[in-house]
């Protein structure tokens, strides 16, 4: 027995080949020969087939999952099987796959009888996030609803990836987060985000923030939202891992509206009022 992928680790969520090839070397023919492979949790063979050489038979043709068959084997003959397979987007540690062969006469040899594929398992996972507040200006005293999305590509899961956003000094924000496709996050909270998420394959969680800004606010308000992958986990695309939403600060005295004058001399003008309030108990000057 032979059996081989032509690689020495495998990636979570990815496909995989299987060569398995059964040979009879002789000094005889055998008539019925078993050949088992029963395939490894976290290993899904949707499709496999099979060729006969050497005037081999019994063999099946085309199956699925675990391989069963009963071959009639004369000397120099062989059957090779290939696996097509995917591994669990969840399988973590190695992937270990055994095919065995038992011959109906006496093996000369039978320590060849059985052959075993190991792959160590490097798990990777492209996170993405994304952050919007819809707008572009805030206003000093008034509020701003941040929707903030991390989400999983694949090909294998992100059990225990970090969420975290530390809002500006300018905002008071309240969070909540529901997760899709599997996602599964901190339901509530308050205050900046630190969160510790598990985004399988195709997975997301999303964080609506109801903030308030500070009355007393100036210049840009500028906030960035980030997601990083558990340990053991490789993102191979870094890059879309943080996102920043940046909004103008208008100030309370800008007019929502001009009026448009001409002056004395024929030029256009834009005149409007300011209102300037006092809200303490005390006398400005």
Request: hydrophobic residues 35%.
């Amino acid at each position: 027995m032979t059996k081989d992928n032509g690689q020495s680790t495998s990636v979570p969520g990815s496909a995989t080949v299987y060569t398995v090839a059964v040979i009879n070397a002789g000094p005889q023919g055998d008539p019925s020969v078993s050949v088992s492979d029963n395939l490894p949790t976290g290993l899904n063979c949707a499709s496999w087939s099979s060729a006969a050489a050497g005037g081999a038979t019994g063999n099946t043709v085309a199956g699925s999952g675990n391989i069963a068959d009963t071959l009639n084997m004369p000397i120099g003959s062989s059957v090779t099987y290939t696996m097509n397979c995917t591994v669990a987007s969840d399988a973590v540690g190695s992937l270990s796959n055994t095919v065995s062969a038992t011959a109906s006469v006496t093996d000369t040899s039978p320590s060849n009888n059985s052959a075993t594929d190991t792959d160590t398992l490097t798990p990777q996972a492209d996170l993405a996030i994304t952050k919007t507040d819809g707008v572009t200006t805030a206003t000093p005293g008034g509020s701003v609803t941040y929707t903030i999305t991390a989400s999983n590509a694949g090909p294998s899961n992100a059990t225990g990836a970090t969420v975290a956003d530390t809002f500006p000094a300018a905002l008071t924000c309240a969070w909540t987060c529901v997760g899709a496709g599997g996602g599964t996050c901190t339901a509530a909270g308050s205050g900046n985000i630190n969160d510790t998420v598990n985004l399988p394959s195709g997975g997301s969680v999303t964080y609506t923030a109801s903030c308030a800004v500070s009355a007393s606010a100036t210049g840009n308000l500028v906030n960035t939202a980030t997601v990083a992958a558990p340990g053991g986990v490789t993102d191979p695309t870094p890059g879309n891992n943080s996102a920043t939403d940046t909004d103008s600060m208008a100030s309370i005295f800008d007019p929502p509206s001009g009026r448009k004058t001409v002056n004395a001399a024929g030029i256009p003008v834009l005149e409007w009022r300011m209102v300037w309030i006092n809200n303490g108990n005390t006398t400005a000057n």
